[in-house]
């Protein structure tokens, strides 16, 4: 933490001009790239001891993808055939409607097994990872600690678990949601293939606004995750050092300081919530 002599200069604000509080360090030099497949990979190891939930945790997607899209066929064909020309055919009703409970039951079966399951993966990898890390952490150099807030390190050993246990939850239920997508544009061609066309004729407009969308998303994203890294470093930084800072009577120079990168924070979190929107 910068202190200041009685020499030194301050700039309008009152403030010395050299006076700093957290970490100047650009993110990419402290951690690395913000994304590096080879890093990405490596979860996979931790993943593997629980690829046999993942396989019936995916089962139980696929299965509850498949019953949201017979729900409205089997509502389609009651009403189609059930009440066809202003009269009620019971047994069409009755066939119906045992098909229906039947899916339902099926549909809330599988999106138990998935949530659950996936759900206890997830928080068995997340403990094995911190598992790994702490003890990663006993093994690192004395040059990278001394160079490294804990506030910064601390920001981003719980942000980025955190970020992995939502990958990991998500990454098994995207794969429900390509099958839906894909389940959806067949039902909607094989029923009415003019109509289908019609109403698919509007992914190409969303697929040109994902082209100008994605790169500000991801440098949004990326300035609101390191400016609260910083935040937090500068953070540990005044807990750790606030005895020196109330024996300088510096107080006011380090709540502009922070207040600088708390600001920084906030608009890179809305501008990133923006995006997200």
């Known amino acids: 933490m910068s202190t200041h002599s009685g020499d030194e200069k301050e700039d309008t604000s009152g403030r010395p001009t050299k006076a700093v509080v957290g970490s100047h360090r650009d993110e990419e030099e402290v951690f690395g790239k913000a994304y590096d497949p080879r890093i990405v990979r490596r979860i996979w190891s931790f993943v593997k001891p629980y690829r046999d939930r993942i396989f019936i945790s995916v089962a139980a997607v696929l299965a509850f993808t498949l019953t949201q899209l017979a729900i409205p066929l089997v509502i389609r064909y009651a009403i189609d055939h059930g009440m066809a020309a202003g009269r009620l055919d019971r047994w ?32 068995n990898v997340l403990s094995d990872l911190r598992r790994a890390m702490f003890s990663h952490l006993q093994r690192v150099s004395l040059s990278f600690m001394d160079k490294t807030e804990v506030g910064r390190l601390m920001s981003r050993l719980q942000g980025d678990v955190n970020s992995m246990q939502e990958f990991l939850e998500t990454s098994v239920m995207s794969v ?3 099958v839906l997508l894909f389940g959806i544009v067949s039902v909607l061609l094989w029923l009415d293939f003019r109509l289908g066309l019609l109403t698919l004729s509007t992914m190409p407009v969303l697929f040109i606004v994902r082209l100008f969308w994605l790169p500000r998303a991801k440098v949004a994203f990326m300035a609101a995750h390191e400016t609260n890294s910083i935040a937090n470093g500068a953070l540990a930084e005044g807990i750790h050092g ?10 006011h120079v380090n709540f502009d300081l922070y207040d600088e990168k708390v600001l920084a924070n906030l608009n890179a979190h809305l501008r990133s919530a923006r995006y997200a929107q």
Do not use: H, P
Not at 242 to 251: A, F, G
């Open 92 to 123: 069409v009703m009755i066939w119906a409607t045992g098909a229906f409970a039947t899916i339902i039951l099926i549909n809330y079966g599988a999106s138990y097994v998935q949530e659950s399951v996936v759900g206890k993966v997830a928080e």
């Open 176 to 178: 429900g949601d390509i």
């Open 242 to 251: 606030v005895r020196t800072v109330q024996s300088l009577e510096r107080q």
